[in-house]
């Protein structure tokens, strides 16, 4: 019997867990503490350091912890967002939510992450952010980001939930930004039991005002300075994140440990262009993605033998429906555009085998001929 590998192994990972989760959530049943609370300031506070910010503000999802950063560095109904055309509609959906411009610009061709020179080329008198997003598991060039944002006066704020762990030349993901907002859906590399996220931060007027806005504008119960929104992080999330941050370096270096088999198994092949990680960087591999000519017979293929894959991303966010307002034609951003049609994501998880990893190249490699 042919070997089946899944995209992801979430089982394999809460069994890791399990028992030390169990406990905690005993724990809360027990002292009805459910929202907030001891075990949320405690991962808040320990993610924190493992950042290395001095704030950490536990959120309900990465969606909202992108709109909460937005709004807590000031942004209002048409000010201007730049991102990347290469990203997961959340980038884009947080900045629509408060009345923003998403702005994308186009990707470099070797690591598909945004291109510095696209975001210098698209800086207008409205832009107020510059939204770099750390993709795949890989750090933006934040080195060549920043400068560009002091010249203009513009402020950071990294989407950096494809990257826990991660670092560059720079510093490390989300801690390099004005602010930075992730995400700890479960299938992250830091994966809740649900949905979860957070902001991080150095700037304490930021925290403050992402704790405000988060509970419906209220510092104070019943008292509401702001229209604000409920997106509070749960205790039983926290108990989760709590375990998993402790498992979070030995998981991402087995992920790194997953991605140099690969490019043993197919950096000779013909037809597969491996993923490249930029000098300086630690990439910790949220996403394996190769590039393939007739991308859509080549997934079909995996499919039929039983290998999970997927497409991160099948269309750019400009050509998606919810943004056909914007008018942007195809042809607008050629890199994006070009990978969205040869993209394809491999099994990525810690708990990939090296025999799943090479019943994935064989069944690819015949696929590719």
């Known amino acids: 019997m042919s070997i089946k590998v899944p995209f992801l192994d979430l089982a394999a990972q809460q069994a890791e867990v399990a028992e030390e989760v169990l406990l905690g959530w005993k724990a809360q049943l027990e002292a009805a503490a459910f929202v907030g609370g001891p075990e949320v300031a405690a991962f808040e506070r320990e993610y924190a350091e493992y950042i290395g910010v001095q704030h950490v503000v536990g959120v309900s999802n990465g969606t909202d912890a992108l709109e909460l950063a937005y709004r807590a560095v000031g942004v209002q109904p048409g000010d201007e967002i730049i991102m990347p055309a290469n990203t997961f509609i959340a980038t884009a959906e947080a900045a629509s939510r408060i009345g923003a411009v998403p702005v994308f610009v186009d990707v470099d061709d070797d690591y598909l992450l945004i291109d510095p020179a696209a975001i210098e080329a698209a800086i207008t008198d409205r832009t107020r952010v510059i939204a770099p997003v750390h993709l795949f598991g890989q750090m933006a060039p ?39 907002a992730t995400s700890f859906y479960p299938g992250k590399n830091l994966g809740a039991a649900g949905d ?139 890199i994006a555009e070009a990978a969205a049609g040869a993209i394809l994501s491999l099994p990525m998880h810690p708990h990939l085998t090296e025999a799943q990893q090479v019943r994935v190249a064989d069944v690819l490699k015949n696929a590719v001929k």
Request: charged share 20%.
């Open 196 to 334: 979860a996220g957070a902001v991080m931060t150095d700037d304490p007027a930021i925290a403050d005002a992402v704790r405000n806005l988060g509970g419906h504008g209220s510092s104070v119960k019943y008292v509401h300075d702001r229209i604000g929104m409920n997106a509070r992080l749960d205790a039983v999330q926290a108990t989760v994140l709590r375990a998993k941050l402790r498992r979070l370096d030995d998981w991402n270096a087995a992920r790194r440990a997953a991605a140099g088999r690969y490019a043993d198994l197919l950096g000779d092949v013909e037809g597969v262009r491996l993923p490249a990680v930029r000098p300086g960087n630690t990439d910790v591999w949220h996403l394996y993605v190769v590039r393939v000519a007739e991308r859509d017979r080549v997934l079909a293929a995996l499919s039929e033998a039983g290998i999970g894959v997927s497409i991160h991303y099948p269309t750019p966010v400009h050509l998606t429906e919810a943004y056909a307002a914007l008018g942007i034609p195809a042809g607008s951003f050629p």
């Open 142 to 180: 934040m080195e060549l980001i920043a400068p560009i944002a002091e010249r203009h006066g513009l402020v950071i704020v990294e989407d950096a939930a494809q990257s826990q762990g991660a670092s560059g030349t720079a510093g490390r993901a989300g801690a390099l930004g004005r602010v930075a």
